[in-house]
């Protein structure tokens, strides 16, 4: 990353509107870019830059600017019976299995909690 004050010039591919770049112009403006064609200037917020690289760049290349963080995570998987009382044969039983995945640092935080008593009943 640039922290000083640099400049570059960005070559037009038609060869008639090269672009100079000037990056960090000053200690105020440390998030500014400033671009001169054919003597204009334009003052361009870092962040918007960002964006039409991102915009222009591949799928490969956005996956590298995303931001990702690991968690580590503690898997766990429950069955849970339900008991039909319609639609299908009375008293037959539907088993499914869910999975659930928690944040580690969560089941350090709530280790001691006690498992609640009795069943928990549906609506």
Not at 112 to 119: A, D, Q
């Amino acid at each position: 990353m640039l922290k000083s004050h640099n400049f570059c010039l960005l070559k037009d591919s038609e060869g008639k509107n090269d672009v100079n770049v000037e990056i960090n112009p000053d200690k105020k403006h440390i998030d500014i870019i400033k671009l001169t064609m054919n003597g204009k200037t334009a003052t361009i917020n870092k962040k918007e830059l960002y964006t039409i690289a991102y915009l222009i760049a591949d799928e490969e290349a956005q996956e590298r600017m995303t931001p990702t963080v690991n968690v580590e995570v503690t898997k766990y998987v429950r069955s849970i019976k339900l008991k039909a009382e319609k639609d299908i044969k009375k008293g037959e039983e539907i088993v499914a299995n869910v999975e659930l995945e928690v944040p580690t640092y969560f089941k350090k935080k709530f280790k001691g909690l006690k498992k609640p008593k009795g069943r928990i009943k549906g609506r």
